[in-house]
């Protein structure tokens, strides 16, 4: 795990601190300069490439393959489980889905490391291309993240890019809990926001998308969580959508966005839902989608009371907030 941490250090820290240095070092006089001038070169890249507000740069390559990520898969493990029974009920449109996964937990860790495996687990899915993931806007204005997310298919989470996607026959991934479920995580609880998250469900009634339930068992436990500053953390994300967390992994207390460290070695088991497709409309009422979205927070919940035994959570109850 040393070796993903000098990864981190060296692909992501490292190039603007040691820009920082050198123009400290050698030209100070033109160090501010230099910075905002870097500042607005990759803000002028980011916004004319903007490729996340169309279909992405998905790499199957560096999804599947990157050393990085294929030792976290063996870290915790993580593993796949109904995959081929539920690639087999997705028989129209290509194999055509929305995969809604909870809970998000502290980082979503599992989402970044299920990119590759996605792949062989859906295959006629992804032989229409592969599905992409809705992601936070801010995480495509940070160098580095930028990059990863963007091989690892993400897209930006507006209703128009996730509209797009669907109109051109593509899969979406998405964690409806979002930023919100993000600062809910408690550890050891199982906790996920979804009494006022239901754009997804109004996207799958809209195109006629099956939709996937997929839950991972584990992603609660990987780190340990606070409650401090929660009421200032909880204005952040409802004002300005910035998510704080507060937790602490396997090597110490980490505050996100900063390097999180490592999570602790829990295994991390999806197992995905039977597909289900909520009726088709074009344009449907807020009572239409409310009565929807109520049979799928009930398909949620049985999958979660299913397998919690299996996966050692047989304790616990699935809170919906």
């Known amino acids: 795990m040393l070796l993903v941490t000098l990864n981190y250090v060296f692909t992501i820290a490292a190039p603007p601190l040691v820009a ?146 669907l109109k051109q026959g593509l899969s979406l991934l998405l964690c409806p809990g979002g930023q919100d479920e993000q600062l809910e995580t408690i550890y050891g609880r199982e906790r996920v926001y979804l009494k006022s998250r239901k754009g997804f469900v109004r996207l799958a009634m809209i195109h006629g998308v099956p939709l996937v339930p997929a839950y991972c068992f584990g992603s609660s436990d990987l780190y340990k969580t606070y409650g401090a500053f929660y009421r200032f953390r909880r204005w952040l994300v409802r004002n300005l959508r910035i998510a704080v967390p507060l937790y602490s992994g396997s090597w110490g207390f980490f505050c996100y966005p900063t390097p999180k460290g490592f999570p602790f070695p829990v295994p991390q088991d999806i197992v995905f839902g039977d597909a289900w497709q909520p009726p088709q409309n074009a344009a449907p009422t807020r009572e239409d989608v409310d009565a929807a979205h109520a049979i799928f927070v009930t398909r949620l919940t049985a999958l979660f009371d299913a397998h919690k035994v299996e996966f050692g959570y047989g304790g616990r109850v699935l809170e919906i907030i």
């Open 20 to 165: 920082l240095y050198a123009a400290a070092h050698v030209e100070p006089r033109y160090m501010y300069t230099a910075v905002a001038a870097a500042a607005l070169a990759w803000l002028a890249y980011v916004t004319l490439d903007s490729c996340e507000l169309k279909g992405g740069r998905p790499d199957e390559a560096f999804s599947k393959d990157h050393w990085v990520f294929s030792r976290l898969r063996e870290y915790f493990p993580l593993t796949l489980h109904r995959t081929a029974i539920v690639q087999a009920q997705l028989k129209d449109k290509g194999g055509q889905a929305i995969f809604a996964f909870f809970p998000h937990g502290v980082n979503s860790d599992f989402r970044v490391l299920m990119a590759g495996p996605m792949y062989d687990a859906f295959p006629t899915t992804y032989a229409a291309g592969a599905a992409r993931t809705l992601a936070a806007s801010i995480l495509f204005k940070i160098p580095g993240v930028r990059t990863v997310s963007l091989k690892t298919g993400c897209v930006d989470a507006g209703r128009a890019t996730a509209n797009r996607c």
